[in-house]
């Protein structure tokens, strides 16, 4: 089964909406400069309302540690994501799993880049677009090597129309979607990520049918 991350919520209604759409983690943005950006306290605020097995995950793009402890304060059992350019024994300094943002783009290495980052529980895959993420941009899924080392969360301009080819063509471990099911900038779409959703649970479905 595909695990699913909704990204970038700031608002209680979205949290809300996207755990009763099916996410298995919300992603909350410590990132000052994204247009989705909250506060630790905000964070906490938003994590607080996360029935059990809904996983908060902290987004940070080159963070102080004090920045990543803050976070860690309102959000204790929050999974740590990194996607800027942290080096691997910081990303690995705060005792909590973490996701290790790799920004996708032609000639990048990312066996080589596993192999750095040893510690990340799995490797998050997002197209090189300015400003570091959150831009709504696919990559170009053969850039992806067969036998990557780690569990992969496939992201990237993913939406309801290309999900489904995103899961099939990758086999992920999960997907994580931010601007592909918004209303405008930091304010989600119930229906969109209801959408998104459906589309992940259809892709599984057509997986299992492959098998048997
Ligand atoms: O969401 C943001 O604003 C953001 C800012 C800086 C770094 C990462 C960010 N979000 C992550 O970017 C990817 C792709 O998002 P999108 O679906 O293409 O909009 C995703 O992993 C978000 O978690």
Request: with cysteine; glycine share 8%.
């Amino acid at each position: 089964m595909t695990r699913i991350k909704i990204c970038g919520l700031t608002r209680e209604a979205d949290v809300d909406d996207a755990v009763a759409a099916g996410a298995d983690a919300v992603g909350l943005v410590l990132y000052a400069k994204s247009p989705r950006a909250v506060t630790a306290a905000r964070a906490g605020e938003l994590a607080r309302r996360l029935p059990p097995f809904v996983t908060p995950v902290l987004l940070f793009v080159n963070a102080s540690a004090q920045e990543v402890r803050a976070g860690l304060e309102e959000v204790p059992m929050a999974l740590l994501q990194f996607h800027g350019d942290e080096l691997a024994d910081d990303c690995a300094s705060f005792g909590r799993p973490f996701l290790r943002a790799a920004r996708m783009a032609p000639g990048f290495d990312l066996l080589d880049f596993a192999a750095r980052h040893p510690q990340a529980a799995a490797l998050l895959l997002d197209a090189h677009v300015e400003g570091y993420g959150g831009g709504g941009k696919a990559f170009d899924w053969s850039l992806i090597p067969a036998n990557v080392p780690r569990p992969l969360v496939l992201s990237g301009g993913l939406n309801p129309a290309n999900v489904i080819d995103g899961i099939l063509h990758v086999r992920p471990w999960a997907v994580d979607v931010s601007s592909g099911v918004e209303a405008a900038k930091g304010i989600k779409d119930a229906a969109l990520m209801h959408r998104f959703c459906e589309a992940v649970r259809e892709a599984d479905a057509r997986m299992a049918d492959a098998i048997s």
